[in-house]
């Protein structure tokens, strides 16, 4: 899909990497995180009422403070919706909630924990911390998770029912949910890390605010230029196929595009759906993040934050190139994400002033 006029004004990330302060963008990368990659917590009293905040989960904290710089990068600007994508929700809460139910006998339970375990607990408490009385709404869609928010939110900027949308997408991890994780053989790549495959990721937290609008400004990051969703490609149709025409439609051949940023998570059998995309950008310089922020349902998002951060500050740090054949400055940027060879994305974030 095609898009005119939709500008990133507000970016904020909360990860195991330091990019709320956005040092991570100079090379700052801090080194692997076991069991897993755990976000490096800002100081949330700098933010949040001190008071407010002991009642918070740290998924709640984390995302409020991402949403408030995001809004202040924006001018402060009031959303007029706000959209949340996440994949598991307050696990902390969910996790209290669970306990107090075995410890009490299913009897006398306190509701708090319940209430605000909910996935939909994100976006009300944003909005409630910035008095909005927009609709506040959640997506959880398992890996299309945070790209049905980021979807949602450009459609409500292009019928023009709105010129500003807060996205946010928001995953935590516990040690509960992450022995179910390795039991699964989800997101931990062990033997891929054992045997020192630079790629290889674990399950990884973090949160990603972003201000979209109709309107751009001389502070605007980047512009999304399109977006594609795909679940299962169809059997007649290869992936350079796909990527031909969806560049094609934005009068633009894989020779336009200078970084190609790319999901790879080191399992050697989903990474190997990427090689004939890698073959197809030969021309462009090609980045991943995932080694960096883990894995979980709304690890694609930090693909944007960095795409956007690309494009906004004109350069790439060494610790995410995979290969550099480009030597561009950054102007062009696709995103591509695929989880199991059925969840694929496409997204063409640009320079504002292409």
């Keep these: 899909m095609l898009i005119q006029n939709v500008y990133i004004n507000g970016l904020s990330g909360v990860s195991a990497q330091p990019t709320f ?19 490096l917590d800002p100081d949330y009293k700098q933010y949040l009422n001190p008071t407010a905040s002991r009642r918070f989960s740290r998924l709640i904290k984390m995302s409020l403070v991402a949403a408030q710089k995001s809004i202040a990068m924006a001018d402060g600007v009031m959303p007029e919706a706000i959209i949340t994508g996440t994949g598991l929700g307050c696990l902390e809460d969910t996790e209290k909630f669970l306990k107090a139910l075995i410890e009490n006998n299913e009897s006398m339970l306190s509701p708090t924990a319940f209430i605000q375990s909910t996935h939909n607990t994100i976006s009300g408490q944003i909005a409630m911390m910035i008095t909005c009385y927009y609709p506040n709404y959640t997506y959880s869609n398992r890996y299309f998770t945070f790209e049905s928010s980021l979807l949602d939110a450009v459609l409500m ?55 979209l609008s109709s309107e751009k400004k001389e502070s605007s990051v980047a512009a999304v230029k399109a977006l594609e969703l795909i679940y299962i490609l169809p059997k007649d149709t290869s992936i350079e196929a796909h990527f031909k025409k969806f560049l094609a439609e934005a009068s633009l051949t894989a020779a336009d595009i ?3 940023v790319l999901g790879m998570n080191g399992d050697a059998a989903s990474d190997v759906y990427y090689e004939p995309v890698r073959n197809l950008f030969s021309t462009s310089t090609h980045v991943v993040y995932k080694h960096h922020f883990g894995e979980s349902f709304t690890a694609s998002s930090f693909a944007y934050w960095l795409g956007a951060q690309l494009i906004r500050h004109k350069k790439i740090d060494a610790s995410v190139i995979l290969s550099d054949k480009g030597h561009r400055a950054p102007k062009r940027v696709l995103l591509y994400n695929q989880s199991h060879n059925k969840y694929h994305s496409f997204c063409l974030l640009t320079d504002v002033d292409l």
């Design 21 to 39: 302060d956005e040092s991570y963008v100079d090379g700052n990368v801090q080194t692997e995180t076991i069991p897993y990659r755990k976000v």
């Design 258 to 260: 200078d970084v190609l």
């Design 157 to 211: 900027l292009l019928d023009k029912s709105c010129k500003h949308v807060l996205v946010n997408a928001a995953d935590e991890i516990i040690p509960a949910v992450h022995t179910i994780v390795k039991r699964m053989h989800l997101w931990d790549r062990a033997e891929a890390i054992a045997h020192k495959n630079a790629l290889a990721v674990t399950a990884g937290e973090g949160v990603v605010s972003m201000m």
